[in-house]
């Protein structure tokens, strides 16, 4: 049963490597997640539970990947930024691609339960990802704003449709109060029909949810006299800061630095 | 915070539709899981549980995805073969492989402690999966039978090897020994050293798992007389025949069949 | 001035090989024709010294390279099939496409004056390419059948329209005629109009220009006492067959043959 | 003959969009110009004709499409960069590739006899031609320099050569004498054996041909009293600069400037 015969066929795998020195976005998007969060009663407009087990699904892609040095998400979505200067699986698009999508999918079932507690989950999630290289520093800032401009516009439409329907209005009918709206206009009926100032809202659902690694000393042992003895290590910091101004990159010059 | 002035990032989004007309092979492997297996005490040469699992997770696959006409699997590793009239996810690859893979990983997670019960799982796994195409049925059957070759070339190494090791040979004398051995030689050494005839083996150790549909009768109801009623219904049916020789094909003619 | 650290820029040149075993169309378009056949005086709708041209650089191009095995053209537009099996250029889409283009634009430039004679080529003429992969034989004979059957539709329109034109018709009003119309309603212009049977027309016209290799027997030299030696040799041919319906390929079985 | 049945086909034509935002090069070389050149007598180690056929070709090619900033050329290859900013013909790649080659073929039959005079053209030429994406600014200056550098290094090693050759040293025994020397040992040779000062050879062959565009004054009429009116008009620039150092690029800062 020699196998010389059928190794041809592994010539049709065709190279699928990146652009090098471009900057790489994994895009990794829940599937069917509308029925998903229903099946397992999310709340609606957000469930602390569902972004928490987000967070921590992204946390541990970027522990496991030191090559990502930024991520955002919001939603059923988590965007991860691969520096230019990434060799990561040679740049492979399908083998970074699968390796990060699989990951983040099996630890979404493995760590549900600290996050959910009793509540079962029914079916083993799906997601999908795609790559997509950007190749200067203010395009790949762009692609950051783009989506915590799209978190702002997802959350203000869901806060508001769901105070709606949460206070008796048939979904219809909230779907059509809503159409053509500004966001003024939407402000305005959470602050005069439910009291709710919207700039107020928690910034974890306003802003999403920002990921990225830091140096902070860590406490690694104590002297005989114990004194403690610190060490620089990097951490994976969680916030919610907004990413679309330049403060935040201001104090974080290092996170898309480029050095070859 | 206008949205439009970002959304000329969603350009970057190049099209990777597959070549149309052409099979397409899914190919799931797991990752680091050499690993993997031995921090989860998988018996050697093979862990019935695990075998179990990985079966289970492709028979899910199969069942969510019914595009896929043909899977085959051995070690860490599963091909699933879509037809090449499958317009599954309008052939767009990054879709089909990071769903399929991503579904597959998670699966894996969910049905776990069915196969592996109380030993616990100690961290999430993590699959590479890549798409092929191929243009001709020839191809495709070559490819399946690469495939079997290969879990068969594996099978019998790894199970001299560790007939060897599990008798006290040390890892490397035993390497030692099988480099440069060609499969009567391997034979041999089961047979005398071990008393162990190969080709009596498990088919599931020497051929590898498939998997197809079937088309089968399924008792839906009874008359009031007591009488069944049947329907056809799908199934998705495992075997480990050998499917190099066309014995199998001619038995399930419609499998490789292309209608347009 | 070590060129060693520049050198990395290399690493851009992304891999393009094309699916292995698919058949390849490579296909020539003249660029910016309409102005350029006018430019040099064309006639209409057809004109002998522009096809004539075409198909000389077309012959050309089969001669060069000889794992095409097939083409078919018409107007400014020609198609070279590659067998499945071709490994030229070890199939690497911009060398083959950019090759095969630059031969067809310089040959046109250089057999001009043997086709126009003292008409001045003004102005060097361009030609786009692209390459489409075709997985089976079914795909590639529609392939050809859709380029002859597009030959037929527009020839049918470009005789009727010039008929018009040619008689006195302004453009826009033979434009408005013809808006809509079917192939029998042009036939029956044509007929009534200006005695023209459509169907009588030129093959080169109606059916476009196929070429394709046959091995013929060649004089090659005379024995002492006059008897002349042949020796098989394959020549390209050039006909206007109708190349949709199976007649013209099992007359030539082996031009769509594939032997690995 | 409906054509309908056959369109699908061109579903087979996938997209081939560059990514945007990114400098691309398309670089044209010369098929098999090793023996081209012997059969057409090109003077060794530098054929000014040729030199200038390629730059005309060059300039040509520069007019034609005016979103290419910069080439730079050698020997039988030109080097052809487009902006980030550009959208000619939508960044498909076999678009841009296919046109400007097959122009810059063209073209080159085309002002052959300009200056090879009598010289017949035995045969036409052909050009390989393929697009590179980079992504940074410093990619794209770090590309000329590794032409340029090229350039220098092949034109000393084929002015030492051919300056051995020509002296009578056979073309093997010329070749063993340079393997493994380096630029110095070359340049000795040049000056002891020949007395030739290499950095006083024309730029022309040391540097390779540089094209741009600037925006000079052109005399566009005259006023009744013969007071001449110039308007500023672009104009393609040919120079054998130096583009490796930043002078050049300082003396021209918006040829890689980059305006959103």
Same mark, same amino acid.
């Given at each position: 049963m020699a196998n010389s015969k059928y190794e041809?066929?592994?010539?049709?795998? %065709?190279d699928d490597t990146l652009l090098p020195a471009s900057w790489l976005v994994v895009r990794i998007d829940g599937r069917s997640f509308h029925s998903f969060t229903f099946d397992h009663g999310y709340?609606?407009?957000?469930d602390d539970r569902g972004i928490g087990l987000m967070n921590e699904c992204a946390k541990r892609v970027l522990e496991e990947f030191s090559d990502i040095t930024f991520a955002i998400g919001m939603s059923d979505e988590y965007s991860f930024v691969l520096r230019p200067t990434t060799d990561l699986f040679d740049r492979r698009e399908s083998k970074i691609s699968s390796v990060m999508v699989s990951y983040f999918a099996s630890c979404f079932v493995y760590y549900w339960k600290d996050y959910?507690?009793?509540?079962? %989950?029914?079916n083993p999630p799906t997601f999908d990802c795609r790559i997509v290289c950007y190749p200067t520093t203010q395009c790949i800032r762009d692609y950051i704003s783009w989506r915590q401009a799209d978190a702002h516009i997802n959350n203000l439409y869901n806060t508001t449709f769901w105070s709606l329907v949460n206070s008796g209005v048939p979904n219809k009918e909230a779907e059509t109060m809503l159409k053509g709206t500004f966001a003024k206009d939407k402000n305005e009926i959470l602050f005069t029909k439910?009291?709710?100032?919207y700039s107020k809202e928690g910034a974890i659902y306003r802003k999403g949810s920002i990921l990225y690694r830091e140096k902070v000393d860590v406490k690694v042992k104590e002297k005989p006299d114990g004194t403690p003895v610190y060490r620089k290590q990097s951490k994976v910091i969680l916030c919610h800061e907004?990413?679309?101004?330049?403060k935040f990159w201001n104090e974080h010059p290092t996170l898309l630095e480029v050095n070859w």
């Amino acid at each position: 049963m020699a196998n010389s015969k059928y190794e041809y066929v592994k010539k049709f795998e %065709l190279d699928d490597t990146l652009l090098p020195a471009s900057w790489l976005v994994v895009r990794i998007d829940g599937r069917s997640f509308h029925s998903f969060t229903f099946d397992h009663g999310y709340q609606r407009p957000n469930d602390d539970r569902g972004i928490g087990l987000m967070n921590e699904c992204a946390k541990r892609v970027l522990e496991e990947f030191s090559d990502i040095t930024f991520a955002i998400g919001m939603s059923d979505e988590y965007s991860f930024v691969l520096r230019p200067t990434t060799d990561l699986f040679d740049r492979r698009e399908s083998k970074i691609s699968s390796v990060m999508v699989s990951y983040f999918a099996s630890c979404f079932v493995y760590y549900w339960k600290d996050y959910f507690g009793d509540v079962p %989950l029914k079916n083993p999630p799906t997601f999908d990802c795609r790559i997509v290289c950007y190749p200067t520093t203010q395009c790949i800032r762009d692609y950051i704003s783009w989506r915590q401009a799209d978190a702002h516009i997802n959350n203000l439409y869901n806060t508001t449709f769901w105070s709606l329907v949460n206070s008796g209005v048939p979904n219809k009918e909230a779907e059509t109060m809503l159409k053509g709206t500004f966001a003024k206009d939407k402000n305005e009926i959470l602050f005069t029909k439910f009291g709710i100032n919207y700039s107020k809202e928690g910034a974890i659902y306003r802003k999403g949810s920002i990921l990225y690694r830091e140096k902070v000393d860590v406490k690694v042992k104590e002297k005989p006299d114990g004194t403690p003895v610190y060490r620089k290590q990097s951490k994976v910091i969680l916030c919610h800061e907004d990413v679309i101004q330049d403060k935040f990159w201001n104090e974080h010059p290092t996170l898309l630095e480029v050095n070859w």
